[in-house]
């Protein structure tokens, strides 16, 4: 029977699969966590089997008779251990696009906006960090709070014009009413060799009271500076970042630091990054500051083990947390939430295979 059901099915794909190129790849990624609540907190610290954003993914490409190409990507995210809750199909980076060498790469549907992208290409050694665990990324984290991945965009990447790069993205809102048209645009530049790089991005969110969250009136603003250097193995990159809050009536700004190091010798990797986040103008003790340390060994060209280390002290108004999965007090529905006050301190001893 299951060789009828796969002649089958591999009849019902050949004619599909004569005409297209179609590449299958992703990645498993999982660590046994110890999370330990302090602070405010009153949740107990315990041990858990945690993902670490395991995805796979679709890409192909069709070679057009003008020399560019139309792209297409579609990734889905899955859990090895305790994750996420977005694991539907296209739950991750899903777009169609079209690419030249020249023109650079047009690209519309779900992605990741180009103020999360924009740090690849100039802070390398903070992009390094080993698992979601040890992240300080997102609009819950201490830095790049304006990134996001987000369902009605179009973006545009350019080529790498003699070391110079463009990143540029708006996403629309598909649910725009009268009062509300919760957009954000975003642009970022920089500039690499092989010794240094520089780089500046910007994103303003529209009728936004937070990345994501509708509120007539509301914005938010951010802009990131930063830059590296390299040396005998050694990366060293550091940024600064302003977010401003506007929900119309007030508006505060908060600016948060950061540096971080690289090193890399035969199989292992050692990375380390602190960053600190001062209070809003406008609320006394809303700041927070994070250490990360980790280190990795490749076990082959795709696997390796990795063991890190994170810190989150945050002051009494403050709710900072990293990017690993469903971290914060038990509720009453299920959920977790972190509240103002809580520390955090998260041991990981992880897996990673790329396929």
């Known amino acids: 029977m299951k060789k009828l059901i796969a002649i089958a099915l591999a009849a019902a794909f050949t004619t599909p699969f004569a005409f297209a190129d179609v590449t299958i790849g992703g990645s498993v990624r999982s660590a046994l966590d110890y999370v330990d609540?302090?602070?405010?907190?009153?949740?107990?610290?315990?041990?858990?089997?945690?993902?670490?954003?395991?995805?796979i993914y679709f890409k192909g490409e069709d070679k057009l008779d003008n020399g560019g190409s139309l792209i297409w990507y579609l990734e889905n995210r899955f859990n090895v251990g305790e994750g996420s809750s977005s694991i539907a199909w296209g739950s991750r980076n899903t777009f169609i696009?079209?690419?030249?060498?020249?023109?650079?790469?047009?690209?519309?549907?779900?992605?990741?906006?180009?103020?999360?992208?924009?740090?690849?290409?100039?802070?390398?050694?903070?992009?390094?960090?080993?698992?979601?665990?040890?992240?300080?990324?997102?609009?819950?984290?201490?830095?790049?709070?304006l990134g996001d991945r987000q369902e009605q965009i179009v973006a545009y990447d350019s080529p790498n014009w003699s070391g110079f790069k463009v990143k540029a993205s708006y996403n629309f809102d598909s649910g725009k009413t009268d009062s509300v048209n919760a957009t954000t645009?975003?642009?970022?530049?920089?500039?690499?060799?092989?010794?240094?790089?520089?780089?500046?991005?910007?994103?303003?969110?529209?009728?936004?009271?937070?990345?994501?969250?509708k509120a007539a009136g509301?914005?938010?603003?951010?802009?990131?500076?930063?830059?590296?250097?390299?040396?005998?193995?050694?990366?060293?990159?550091?940024?600064?970042?302003?977010?401003?809050?506007?929900?119309?009536?007030?508006?505060?700004?908060?600016?948060?630091?950061?540096?971080?190091?690289?090193?890399k010798t035969g199989k292992f990797a050692f990375q380390g990054a602190y960053i600190?986040?001062?209070?809003?103008?406008?609320?006394?003790?809303?700041?927070?500051?994070?250490?990360?340390?980790?280190?990795?060994?490749?076990?082959?060209?795709?696997?390796?083990?990795y063991l890190t280390y994170t810190n989150v002290d945050n002051d009494d108004n403050a709710k900072f947390k990293t990017e690993g999965p469903n971290l914060g007090d038990a509720q009453?529905?299920?959920?977790?939430?972190?509240?103002?006050?809580?520390?955090?301190?998260?041991?990981?001893?992880?897996?990673?295979?790329d396929f």
């Open 276 to 305: 600190i986040a001062d209070d809003l103008d406008n609320v006394s003790d809303s700041g927070a500051q994070q250490i990360t340390v980790g280190a990795q060994y490749s076990l082959s060209k795709q696997s390796r083990i």
């Open 37 to 55: 609540y302090g602070g405010k907190s009153e949740q107990d610290s315990g041990v858990r089997i945690a993902d670490q954003s395991s995805r």
């Open 185 to 213: 645009a975003a642009i970022t530049t920089s500039y690499s060799t092989d010794v240094f790089s520089l780089g500046l991005a910007y994103a303003l969110a529209d009728d936004q009271s937070k990345l994501g969250t």
């Open 218 to 263: 509301a914005q938010n603003q951010g802009i990131q500076l930063g830059g590296s250097v390299n040396f005998s193995g050694v990366t060293l990159s550091a940024v600064w970042e302003r977010v401003n809050f506007d929900n119309g009536t007030t508006d505060a700004d908060q600016d948060s630091y950061g540096i971080a190091a690289l090193y």
């Open 97 to 145: 696009g079209y690419k030249s060498s020249e023109l650079g790469t047009l690209m519309f549907g779900k992605r990741d906006n180009a103020y999360k992208l924009a740090s690849a290409d100039y802070l390398p050694a903070f992009e390094a960090v080993f698992n979601d665990d040890a992240s300080y990324y997102g609009k819950d984290q201490l830095l790049r709070r």
């Open 332 to 353: 009453a529905d299920g959920t977790r939430k972190m509240i103002n006050g809580t520390d955090l301190n998260i041991v990981a001893l992880g897996l990673r295979t």
